[in-house]
């Protein structure tokens, strides 16, 4: 079916088959997995799982692509919900889940935050991203590209960049370089969940401004002599920290409250 790529859906249609091979071969299915695709799309990935996998389910917003898979796709291999995965509840697909997708770059980084919800129900994912949202996922602190998104996914992910991405492999070719993300859940959050609404805070508070100091991003959090009670430098800046300086602080604002 022709089908002209929506700017609206931030749709790239992958074409390159060396590369698509090459993802099938990093996510590794087996035919029993409980796989999940986001965006299918016009099947680049969909194809190749379905000759491997016993049932496939897909999440995609697109209803003309939605009606072609349901005349592409035989009911027994393929779950469809036509849906926007941004409002859809994961968790509904049980425990165990492997979650793959070329996501659209307009929604990829409320995607990925909407996608932590449900960590305890995924075994890994695997997703396509503009370069830049993989390069900032995956850095180290102290280095330009580490920052509040670095953070919040590193406290409960463990993640790795594995492959880069030309323009050209995909229809049309977007403006930017693309990267494949591996993403595995950690068997526990560094920062527990329970004290996840104040981690969030104080990360969004520090890197709020982030050529400002410590002592200036977090001063409605701590005084000079909690920094020196926690070790940590107040000139330093945002990026300096890691996310277990992060989780310490945390614990410590948690427990000056009590």
Not at 16 to 41: C, F, K
Not at 45 to 72: F, G, M, N, S
Not at 158 to 167: F, G, R, W, Y
Not at 221 to 249: G, I, K, M, Q, W
Request: proline share 6%; hydrophobic share 45%; with cysteine.
């Amino acid at each position: 079916m022709p089908h002209n790529p929506r700017k609206r859906f931030g749709q790239n249609f992958l074409i390159d088959n060396h590369l698509i091979a090459a993802i099938i071969h990093a996510i590794n299915p087996i035919s029993s997995d409980r796989l999940v695709e986001i965006g299918p799309g016009m099947g680049a990935l969909t194809k190749p799982l379905l000759k491997i996998l016993d049932h496939l389910c897909v999440v995609e917003i697109d209803r003309d692509i939605v009606q072609w898979l349901y005349a592409e796709f035989p009911e027994q291999k393929l779950t469809i919900y036509a849906t926007d995965a941004l409002r859809f509840d994961f968790a509904q697909l049980g425990a165990g889940l492997r979650i793959i997708g070329n996501l659209p770059y307009n929604i990829s980084t409320p995607l990925l935050f909407h996608l932590s919800q449900y960590s305890a129900f995924v075994v890994d994912m695997h997703f396509m991203l503009q370069q830049e949202v993989v390069d900032r996922m995956v850095a180290e602190p102290s280095t330009a590209e580490y920052g509040r998104l670095s953070v919040m996914l590193k406290n409960q992910y463990e993640m790795e960049k594995l492959l880069s991405v030309p323009a050209e492999s995909f229809r049309p070719a977007p403006k930017v370089q693309s990267a494949i993300v591996r993403m595995i859940p950690r068997a526990m959050p560094i920062v527990p969940i329970a004290d996840h609404s104040l981690f969030t805070k104080i990360v969004i508070a520090a890197f709020a401004q982030r050529r400002k100091t410590l002592r200036n991003t977090l001063r409605s959090y701590l005084a000079l002599a909690d920094f020196t009670a926690l070790n940590l430098d107040p000139s330093a800046r945002a990026e300096n920290l890691s996310v277990l300086d992060y989780a310490a602080l945390t614990h410590y604002l948690k427990a000056d409250a009590r």
